[in-house]
């Protein structure tokens, strides 16, 4: 054993004594693997199935590493339960073990934090004058103020007293709309600034997958400088960078720019902008009722539509011209002044360059018309090939999740996000090359190792997955009535007690009106998720209440931690492959059929046996949890590509016998119900 495993194996340890947990082997396992990587400088994929523990196994050997590390995560749950339970539970042991203060923070975009300077300035912009038209804000908005003026507050959007968002966005800027610290009044008081500055000496520092995908992709610092960055829920930093760097020219967004520029810049030329942002929304009013007419412009458009290119091109130019006349004002004003200056122009100059990159998508980009927001958006193909060059040739990079393989293979993740797989890299192209040091061209994205520690979690004997062989194929329609009838029962022999995933929002509508027929006298809480809800009250509320049935859709699948009666039965309506008129997907998917590959193998199968395996394993949550997964698509047991996919999910033992998974589910409801629960 090697001193480092040694230190990080201790250190684990004394992390795990001081939460009051039990040593396990895939931690250690993970945790000594990730200590190697951040000591040789090499990159690792480690699979950490549920219940392993994988926070701490990365936690402490980058505590313990000595050098500063980025740890960047998808969601904010798990970015919050770093930062305010994780890392504050082991840092007095870790600090004891290692003889040294350990140092952590959070690092958030500009505008998730209260701007002192926008919301004390004499000067109205359009954002505050909105609050004014609305009284009812009123109230909001001084509950926001009080809390500012409060003592020793964060300034954080997560932190503060609930509003409405346009109270906030009306007292929040954006970076490009931010004057800077040094130029701001308030700069040594400001929020953003500070957790900035916290940010910059911390050992560890907390951040989310979008932050760092801009810095990526822009190729611009953001971030405090690291020495080696770790993904955690890492199946999902592809889509997550593709979100972050997807352009979208909005109605709303042009109009607000054009009114700030008509404020600040009252004349000709920010009149001609105020025109064109008009005939903007009128030109996409029409193409919004064109698209009601003729399908064929919905979604994925080869080119951008004839009619909304003058339109464009108008915003284009009059924005720029605000611009060259904001450029020319370099009169020194007071603080108010020069920060709307600021805003003003990082408003429009924002306008102008989506504009510009619209008005000429290259080959490599995918642009599209959702007709449900009217509006267009603008897409990398692919993300692969700048997160190898401006990530994984820069630092070793840790990616971790509960589900990284498909098929149990780590290819397809690996790919995604940028790693060379199955090729030479361009970095061992010569033995003159491999003869010079690694530091003269950086890391090598094909010097990655890959590991599977496995879970605690005996899913042969905790749970069964139900795989019915008799019902219809979905449809475009939403679930078969004989899925919707094999739901209801399965869901009266539990007791209630399910977690029930629709991969679209049809199902969850129709689920919702035939289980309240059927389910009727069984007097069930059915929680019904609809468009805009709050995840995590439905989940508490599903969690309080052990025979209620909690219906949803995608933002169900992952990241849902129920553990006990609550949840012994998860059903899944069909398997989440992508909707063949998704714009990105379906393109990606068609540049790998026109390249002699499979779209479907190489796109469409890995990222439906990634969130099944992630809805699947929203089941056993403890070593004490047990219950039945039933996933209602026949395809999984009759098409070829189901082995993919059962391969993908934890071990489950596998049944298409109805009346025994019945029979269990009964027999759970029966225990639990005797005691009570």
Same mark, same amino acid.
């Given at each position: ?9 201790? %250190? ?22 990730? @200590? ?18 994988? !926070? ?48 952590? %923070? ?17 000067? @109205? ?43 906030? #966005?009306?007292?929040?800027? =954006? ?10 009044? #308030? ?15 911390? &050992? ?73 942002? &008009? ?8 193409? !919004? ?84 927001? =009217? ?21 070793? /990079? ?44 950086? +890391? ?50 539990? $007791? ?100 002699? $590959?499979?779209? #479907? ?26 219950? /039945?997964? @039933?996933?209602?698509?026949?395809? +999984? ?21 109805? @009346? ?18």
């Amino acid at each position: 054993m090697s001193d480092a495993q040694a230190k990080v194996r201790s %250190a684990l340890d004394a992390a795990v004594a001081a939460i009051g947990g039990k040593p396990r082997v895939g931690q250690m396992e993970m945790a000594e693997a990730v @200590a190697n990587a951040l000591s040789d400088r090499h990159h690792l994929l480690v699979q950490a199935g549920t219940g392993t523990g994988k !926070s701490l196994a990365y936690l402490v050997p980058a505590l313990a590493h000595g050098k500063k590390v980025l740890v960047a995560t998808a969601t904010l749950a798990l970015q919050r339960q770093l930062v305010e339970r994780d890392l504050p539970r082991i840092k007095a042991a870790l600090e004891k073990e290692l003889n040294r203060e350990l140092t952590f %923070a959070v690092y958030k975009g500009v505008g998730n934090y209260l701007c002192l300077q926008k919301m004390n300035s004499s000067v @109205a912009d359009p954002d505050g004058e909105i609050l004014l038209e609305i009284g009812a804000l009123e109230k909001d908005a001084k509950r926001l103020r009080a809390w500012a003026e409060t003592p020793g507050i964060s300034g954080d959007k997560d932190d503060a007293p609930e509003v409405d968002r346009r109270v906030w #966005f009306a007292n929040a800027v =954006s970076g490009r709309e931010c004057m800077g610290a040094d130029e701001c009044p #308030f700069g040594t008081v400001c929020f953003s600034a500070n957790a900035k500055a916290k940010a910059q000496k911390a &050992d560890v520092v907390v951040t989310n997958h979008t932050l760092l995908a801009i810095e990526i992709v822009e190729s611009h610092p953001i971030l405090p400088e690291r020495d080696a960055v770790i993904l955690d829920e890492a199946h999902e930093f592809m889509d997550r960078t593709t979100q972050a760097v997807t352009e979208e020219l909005t109605v709303g967004r042009v109009e607000r720019s054009a009114k700030m520029a008509k404020k600040y810049l009252p004349g000709k030329i920010a009149d001609t902008f105020a025109k064109a942002a &008009d005939k903007y929304a009128e030109s996409i009013k029409e193409f !919004s009722q064109d698209v009601r007419t003729n399908l064929a412009l919905a979604g994925r458009l080869p080119d951008l539509p004839a009619q909304l290119e003058a339109p464009i091109r108008n915003v284009k130019d009059s924005a720029q011209a605000v611009i060259a006349q904001i450029n020319k004002d370099s009169e020194i004003l007071d603080p108010d002044s020069m920060a709307e200056r600021i805003r003003v122009k990082g408003a429009v100059n924002e306008i102008m360059q989506i504009a510009t990159k619209m008005l000429r998508p290259g080959s490599s980009q995918v642009l599209w018309f959702d007709q449900a927001f =009217s509006t267009l958006y603008l897409a990398p193909l692919s993300v692969s090939a700048v997160l190898r060059e401006n990530l994984l040739t820069r630092t070793p /990079v840790i990616a971790t999740s509960a589900t990284l393989s498909v098929g149990k293979s780590f290819d397809a993740i690996a790919k995604s996000i940028g790693f060379v797989v199955g090729e030479p890299s361009r970095f061992s192209e010569s033995a003159e090359e491999e003869s010079e040091s690694e530091d003269d061209f950086g +890391i090598d994205p094909s010097n990655v190792q890959m590991l599977d520690v496995g879970s605690p979690f005996d899913f042969a004997n905790q749970g069964m997955l139900y795989l019915p062989r008799n019902i219809p194929e979905p449809g475009r329609d939403g679930p078969a009535p004989e899925a919707l009838t094999e739901l209801g029962e399965l869901i009266e022999a539990a $007791g209630g007690r399910t977690l029930a995933l629709f991969s679209s929002w049809r199902g969850v509508e129709m689920a919702d009106i035939h289980l309240r027929k059927v389910l009727a006298e069984l007097k069930l809480p059915i929680i019904t998720q609809k468009r805009g809800d709050s995840v995590g009250s439905l989940v508490d509320r599903f969690a309080k209440e052990p025979t209620s049935i909690l219906l949803g859709t995608i933002s169900l699948w992952q990241g849902i931690d129920v553990p006990g009666p609550s949840c012994t039965l998860v059903a899944i309506d069909r398997i989440p492959f992508p909707r063949p008129d998704e714009p990105v997907m379906s393109a990606r998917a068609a540049a790998a059929d026109a390249t002699g $590959g499979s779209g #479907f193998m190489q796109v469409s199968l890995p990222r439906a046996a990634l969130l099944l395996a992630q809805g699947t394993g929203r089941l056993i949550r403890s070593t004490e949890d047990r219950g /039945v997964v @039933a996933i209602l698509d026949s395809r +999984i047991v009759t098409k070829r590509y189901g082995s993919v996919l059962l391969n993908s999910m934890p071990p489950f033992w596998r049944t298409s016998d109805g @009346a025994i998974i019945r029979d269990s589910l009964k027999r759970l409801h029966s225990e639990f119900s005797e005691q009570g629960l």
